[in-house]
Nanobody
Framework: QVQLVESGGGLVQAGGSLRLSCVVS????????MGWFRQAPGKEREFVTG????????YVVDSVKGRFTISRDNAQNTVNLQMNRLLPEDTAVYYC????????????????????WGKGTLVTVSS
């Protein structure tokens, strides 16, 4: 059974930092590109950042560029999201997702392309 379990969310003041983690089981993690997505209340789920199966490429959307960093540890089946200088508009449920491919992450990963999803972790940034 494939499981993606996010953790690390919480309440933080604007300007603060959080580190999200996603532990993956039930699949060959090193053959999956991983993405972080988020969904704010009343909005559609959107791509935030992704990383290729071997960590060789990453992509991050402009709205979080320079503040968010994705990383992965294939030995620990974990993908992380370091979020710095958080803004109130970063408030959302954050999801990790996986798609099996040995390609590189060169742009936005599409919600419909992702095969497996976690249940999400809530990040709330107060002003």
């Amino acid at each position: 059974q494939v499981q993606l379990v996010e953790s690390g969310g919480g309440l933080v003041q604007a300007g603060g930092s959080l580190r999200l983690s996603c532990v993956v089981s039930g699949l060959t993690f090193s053959t999956y590109n991983m993405g972080w997505f988020r969904q704010a209340p009343g909005k559609e789920r959107e791509f935030v950042t992704g990383i290729s199966w071997n960590g060789g490429s990453t992509y991050v959307v402009d709205s979080v560029k320079g503040r968010f960093t994705i990383s992965r540890d294939n030995a620990q089946n974990t993908v992380n999201l370091q979020m710095n200088r958080l803004l109130p508009e970063d408030t959302a449920v954050y999801y990790c997702a996986a798609v099996q491919t040995l390609g590189q992450v060169l742009g936005v990963m599409l919600v419909n392309d992702m095969r497996y999803w976690g249940k999400g972790t809530l990040v709330t940034v107060s002003s």
